[in-house]
């Protein structure tokens, strides 16, 4: 392999940005509650819960199905294929999301190929 490293459309940064964002707001409610829990389920922070986190799985299934774009060709890809795992080589025999783990060596891949101009990317 060349020296030159992938160029990346950064897909898994999504979730890792969503789970940074849901572990700071949970440590902030943990943090800020009051000493009884009567007072903090009063709180606003409290309040903020529910609608906090259907907020981030809403997201979380919207980060899933937004399609990327090749680095290379530019052109969009879906998030949804049968996609190659290039770590154990098998194809996947069905439609799974880029994001999900490999059917066969239960790995989330790192890279995958353009449909399109078929050059390799970091997810």
Not at 7 to 23: D, G, P
């Amino acid at each position: 392999m060349e020296g030159k490293p992938l160029q990346s459309v950064f897909f898994h940064f999504r979730f890792k940005f969503l789970a940074i964002t849901t572990i700071a707001f949970l440590m902030y409610m943990i943090l800020s509650g009051a000493r009884e829990f009567d007072e903090f389920a009063k709180s606003p922070e409290f309040q903020m819960l529910g609608p906090f986190l259907l907020f981030a799985m809403v997201l979380f299934f919207i980060f899933r199905k937004f399609p990327i774009k090749c680095p290379h060709c530019h052109k969009i890809l879906p998030t949804q294929k049968n996609w190659h795992c290039p770590e154990c080589g098998q194809v996947q025999g069905k439609d799974r999301y880029l994001m999900d783990k490999c059917l066969h060596c239960k790995q989330v891949p790192a890279t995958s190929f353009c449909d399109h101009c078929k050059e390799e990317f970091r997810l």
